[in-house]
């Protein structure tokens, strides 16, 4: 997997009609700088607003996943979101001048092939996974529904579907890594049974939809006056059903292609979790409702995380090593704190500390004993904390950042040679007139050795 950011290196426009809505829309990729996300904005209404791929804006799941906010909705996301999430894209903006992305051919291969004609862009900044820490499960036991994602340093994910039907069966479908998407799983296209393309053709629910859109299953005998009726309902010529059971002779893609595309939705529904994944994911029986009910399980997880240790894992790039953390801060020996940063965004920064025994101050600080000062934990928590504030600046170089107050301080493990500290700040107000306040927290093997609320300034040096 990616270690870090992506986005797209010139914007693209892909044109056609919305599946639901029948409605034309051009839809523009535009790429975006580091942590701005995935976002969706139609610029046919007034004051062109934005909805973030984010779970808590899904307002409708009736035959696709619908988000909204401020007026802003767009219809069937899941198709365009698996395919940022298959090729690892983080930050795009996603112009429409209508309500529902062009269905194309039911699969996300042409969104695929155009970001790809177009090239991804890599970008300064590493990706804010979110890691699954233990087993989250989702299961509807009425319709035989369950969804599971497990620990895993990757993504992979397996999907079963099963509907009683003697045309599809049982079939399953898996990928091991998330890079096979854009080979594997990307032009699998949407399906339905015959009977459910009758009930929305005759309710008017598939405006846009014909049969080079979509996969459609005929698991009865169906008689030629049938036929007939339905090459009228579509407005082409003639309409067949091959012997296996799929409408209009159409070819499948492969012999699994339609647990292949329940695949495609997982990844697409669950990109609305709002940050890449690592997990094994298992899906039983999936579709779009419990698709989303599991993906706001996963986001409240996500959340609580975030009062957890920050998952660290030494073999990553850092955001800054050493020696860039201290071109921002003025520190020098023996008050250099900080090894490296491992995370940051806009309110939040991850610093490491790797304690040695050489480091000066044990030869004074219980030499038959040696701890880890709290004074200089803090110190190390307060440099990591100066990276935050002072990435609010343009020019850093020529700023100091001043402690105010440090209040609520505890200690509550003792820290020793050989251990790695993991420094986290966050915000917990809005910087104003260059005074920034943060909650620091600093764990060692995932428990908190120490906290504290700490506030600074930030004043320009003199004569710069």
Known sequence: MNSKQQTIK??????????????????????????????????????QPIVEADVDYVVDLSRGTTIEKNGARVNTVEHTLAALSGLEIDNILIQLDGPEPPIMDGSSKVYVDELLKVGLQEQNSLRNYFVVPENIR??????????????????????????????????????????????????????????????????????????????????????????????????????????????????????????????????????????????QILAARPGHAANIAFARKLKKAMLESKKMAPYYNPT???????????????????????????????????????????????????????????????????????ILALETVDDPENYWAYFLAIENCRFKKMVVPGDTLIYKCELVAPIKRGIIKMQGHAYVNGQLTCEATMTASIVRKPGV
């Open 316 to 386: 990553l790039p850092p955001v800054y090593d050493v020696k860039q953390v201290y071109k921002i801060l003025p520190h020098s020996y023996p008050f250099k704190m900080l090894d490296k940063i491992i995370h940051l965004e806009e309110s939040l920064v991850v610093g490491v500390k790797n304690v040695t025994i050489n480091e000066p101050f044990f030869m004074g600080h219980f030499n038959d004993n040696p701890v880890f000062p709290g004074v200089f934990q803090i110190e190390g928590m307060a440099q990591t904390g100066g």
């Open 138 to 279: 989702y299961i509807d036991e009425a319709r035989g529904v369950e969804i599971a994602a497990m620990p895993l340093d990757n993504y992979r994910l397996t999907v079963m579907v099963d509907y009683n039907s003697p045309v599809l069966g049982s079939q399953h479908a898996s990928i091991s890594d998330i890079k096979q998407f854009a080979k594997e799983i990307a032009a699998c296209r949407t399906f339905c049974f015959l009977h459910e393309l009758e009930m929305l053709k005759a309710a008017n629910l598939i405006k846009g939809g014909d049969l080079n859109n979509a996969i459609v299953i005929v698991d009865r005998v169906i008689k030629d006056d049938e036929l007939e009726s339905l090459a009228k309902l579509f407005n082409i010529p003639k309409v067949e059903v091959k012997k296996e059971g799929i409408l209009n002779n159409l070819e499948l893609r492969f012999n699994n292609e339609p647990a292949r595309h329940k695949l495609l939705d997982v990844i697409g529904d669950l990109t609305l979790v709002g940050r890449p994944l690592k997990a």
């Open 10 to 47: 010139q914007k693209v426009t892909i044109s056609g009609v919305g599946l639901h809505t029948g409605a034309s829309c051009n839809m523009t990729f535009v790429p975006q700088d580091v942590n701005f996300g995935i976002k969706f904005q139609r610029i046919d209404l007034p004051d």
